[in-house]
């Protein structure tokens, strides 16, 4: 295995409690890889020796982004939907049939064209590590086929079969339901780690959310949420009560669902690219924090809510919008994704990390807030693989 010191790093962003402040800071530092993995950081003065050298000039090193949350298998786009929000139109849940219309009709190679394109897209941004899931096909084939196609780009596949019901079960919800726990859920276990559920009026209530998710479990998948994003609803309280990893979108709060979250093990994820493309109010992230809740932030990448697959612009939003510091919102962004996908292996730069590294052009990892909409990528390394 060759060993590469990366040094000259002006900023090392480590998430790494044994360094100082929330981002484990190390200034004027190193850091070796050897094959897929960290193997030492620190000051630059102390580096060991290594095969290779890479020279970062002074500039940013951090945890390649945690996306722990995109929808990334569809094909088209819904640019007329956006265009006529931004004229006025309200968002609903109902823009979900489009994309459900187009991928049905998309072919494999089509769908995985299009999500390698967005996979590669994200890693130009920093993204190292992205969670997809299926939810724009609502038939046991397609739904099936969407997680076999994602589980060729990411290991965090997240079966969504109730992302809204199929529009053949229109007339029949409990019938949908009934597909989405038995059949469907057969068909996708194979190919996902997690299970979801669009928690929301016009999508699935608590009782359905709670029979979906539950027999995911029952199946050995890990559930996750997309709860109260529209609306006040069960969404929170149900995620907290299963154990759920994550609860997202967490726009409509009560009290009682913010001390739900601080007192548990669910992360609350926040996705202001969502509120941004439906013009929509953000979510309180300095509440949640303030609280004490684990707050991770996503793209929510999708062609209806939130095109975009920019981790760093969803860093400047929440840090301009939601009350987080820009220490916060890196934070969130890389160890927080990192919890709300239950890995340790990722979202932060230790001994024993792997080796998913962004080396920002820029001198501080602040520069991703206060420089909004600039590029700042200047190298990835995915499990110590240089990718640009
Ligand atoms: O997370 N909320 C549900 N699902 C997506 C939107 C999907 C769509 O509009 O196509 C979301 O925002
Ligand atoms: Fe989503």
Redesign the pocket.
């Known amino acids: 295995m060759t060993s590469t010191l990366i040094s000259n790093i002006g900023t090392l962003v480590t998430n790494d409690p044994s360094h100082p402040g929330l981002l484990g800071i190390v200034e004027q530092a190193a850091v070796v890889i050897d094959g897929s993995v960290v193997t030492w950081t620190g000051r630059a003065a102390d580096a060991p020796a290594a095969d290779q050298h890479y020279d970062a000039a002074g500039r940013a090193l951090l945890p390649g982004f945690v996306d722990s949350?995109a929808?990334l298998v569809?094909a088209g786009d819904?640019t007329a939907e956006f265009d006529a929000r931004m004229s006025g139109q309200a968002?609903t849940?109902g823009?979900?049939r489009t994309?459900v219309a187009a991928t049905r009709a998309a072919s494999d190679a089509e769908l995985d064209a299009n999500l390698a394109r967005f996979v590669r897209e994200a890693l130009r941004q920093g993204t190292t590590t992205i969670e997809c899931k299926s939810?724009?096909g609502l038939t046991v084939e397609d739904e099936a086929r969407a997680l076999r196609i994602a589980a060729d780009h990411t290991p965090e596949t997240t079966y969504l079969g109730a992302?809204v019901v199929a529009p053949e079960y229109a007339e029949d919800p409990a019938g949908y339901v009934d597909l989405v726990t038995g059949e469907m859920l057969d068909a996708c276990a194979p190919y996902a780690r997690w299970v979801d559920v669009?928690c929301?009026q016009g999508?699935f209530d608590g009782d359905q959310a709670r029979a979906i998710l539950t027999a995911g479990v029952e199946r050995g998948l890990t559930p996750r949420v997309?709860a109260n994003?529209?609306s006040y609803g069960p969404g929170v309280q149900l995620a907290v009560e299963l154990g759920a990893a994550s609860a997202?979108?967490c726009t409509h709060l009560t009290d009682a669902d913010v001390a739900a979250l601080a007192g548990s093990g669910t992360v609350a994820t926040l996705?202001p690219g969502?509120e941004f493309s439906t013009r929509a109010a953000y979510p309180d992230a300095r509440r949640l924090l303030d609280a004490g809740a684990t707050v991770a932030l996503s793209t929510?990448c999708?062609?209806?809510?939130?095109f975009t697959s920019s981790m760093a612009f969803c860093i400047a939003v929440a840090v301009r919008e939601m009350g987080m510091t820009p220490d916060e919102a890196v934070h969130a962004a890389t160890v927080g994704g990192a919890r709300a996908l239950r890995r340790t292996d990722v979202g932060r730069i230790a001994p024993g990390a792997r080796a998913d590294l962004l080396l920002l052009d820029a001198p501080s990892p602040v520069h991703l807030a206060y420089r909004p909409g600039v590029p700042l990528t200047a190298a990835v390394w995915r499990a110590g693989v240089r990718e640009l």
Request: proline share 4%; aromatic share 14%; glycine share 10%.
């Open positions: 949350h929808h569809f819904r968002y849940a823009g979900i994309t939810g724009y992302h669009f929301e999508a997309h994003q529209l997202d979108h996705l969502a929510d999708n062609p209806g809510s939130s």
